[in-house]
């Protein structure tokens, strides 16, 4: 049986200055599940490494949700947080 492990739904990713947001992707909706080979593919610049850090919690969502587990990203603790994306 499939578990899905991270839910994406409605996600925009991108970085805020003092002054302005960049706006990277948007409405960004996707299913991860365990044990299955996951690949992002895209042109430079697109977005991958921007979503990757965002699901790490390296760096903010601008918008959306992330699950892990059925639990928000945001109410995760580190290390725990850790432990699931390794």
Request: proline share 2%; glycine share 10%.
């Amino acid at each position: 049986m499939k578990q899905d492990t991270i839910h994406i739904n409605g996600l925009s990713i991108g970085y805020h200055s003092k002054s302005s947001t960049k706006l990277v992707a948007k409405g960004i909706h996707s299913t991860i599940y365990s044990g299955e080979l996951t690949c992002l593919l895209g042109a430079n610049g697109v977005g991958k490494s921007t979503l990757l850090r965002t699901l790490s919690a390296f760096q903010p969502k601008l918008d959306g949700e992330i699950l892990v587990l059925g639990l928000s990203l945001i109410h995760i603790s580190e290390p725990t947080r850790r432990s699931y994306i390794s």
